[in-house]
């Protein structure tokens, strides 16, 4: 069973707000992955992180989110002004390489974005 | 661009039966080929992954899957379904680990 931690478990704000979720990787897992996966089950990449350093993101993340994985703290993922359309399954991911290793998911925060 | 299809959006079976899903995909370089399971409401958790070796795989909970490269498929099949076992389930690939992708997912209803 996988051991990453994510909080909150439901999140509800409203349009313009700011929603900042947080995600705890597997120990050991230097390796960090966020999706957004909407109620028609499609799932789309947004981030992901070596250790603190920032890898892969998706042109959407780079100008309407901002994330960051610090050294000996959760990593977090905010939207800098929810819009209606960001209402999904926010899930994290970590793996214990780049190249290789199975990712493992916490259980999401589940946004509402009114 | 990889590509993931899963033919059936819904599958259902009574309990004890046997269950394939169906997974095909397409990439032309190496890849992982992994399904996840969902339950209602909760995030997903890992099943089983190939890379490369024996193409039938195991997994959790009795769940195997096959590779083939000539069908480029990687369908997921168990032996005896339980109740438990009904959920979502994502056929998922990725090239070295890197960002996955997924299929739209099947969902899996056992019926007592």
């Known amino acids: 069973n996988s051991k990453v931690i994510q909080t909150p478990r439901y999140l509800v704000k409203g349009q313009g707000q700011k929603a900042k979720m947080r995600c705890i990787p597997e120990?050991?897992?230097?390796?960090v992955f966020w999706y957004q996966q909407n109620k028609n089950n499609e799932f789309k990449f947004l981030i992901n992180?070596?250790?603190?350093?920032?890898?892969?993101q998706i042109d959407m993340t780079e100008k309407r989110f901002s994330a960051e994985c610090p050294s000996n703290s959760p990593c977090s993922l905010e939207i800098q002004s929810s819009e209606a359309g960001d209402s999904a399954l926010y899930l994290c991911?970590?793996?214990?390489?780049?190249?290789?290793?199975?990712?493992?998911f916490g259980p999401g925060t589940r946004l509402l974005v009114l | 661009t990889q590509t993931v299809s899963q033919s059936d959006a819904h599958v259902t079976v009574f309990e004890g039966d046997s269950v394939e899903l169906r997974c095909n995909y397409s990439?032309?370089?190496?890849?992982?080929l992994s399904w996840y399971i969902q339950h209602h409401g909760r995030g997903l958790q890992f099943l089983l992954k190939?890379?490369?070796?024996?193409?039938v795989v195991q997994g959790v909970n009795g769940f195997e899957a096959e590779f083939s490269k000539s069908d480029s498929s990687f369908h997921l099949r168990k032996a005896s379904v339980h109740w438990s076992d009904s959920a979502v389930y994502f056929c998922?690939?990725?090239?070295?680990?890197?960002?996955?992708?997924f299929g739209d997912g099947t969902q899996l209803v056992v019926k007592p």
């Open positions: 992180f070596q250790n603190q350093e920032v890898l892969q």
């Open positions: 998922a690939v990725s090239p070295n680990n890197n960002r996955i992708f």
């Open positions: 990439y032309g370089g190496s890849i992982y």
């Open positions: 190939y890379y490369s070796g024996n193409p």
């Open positions: 991911a970590s793996s214990s390489d780049w190249g290789g290793d199975t990712q493992y």
């Open positions: 120990k050991g897992h230097p390796v």
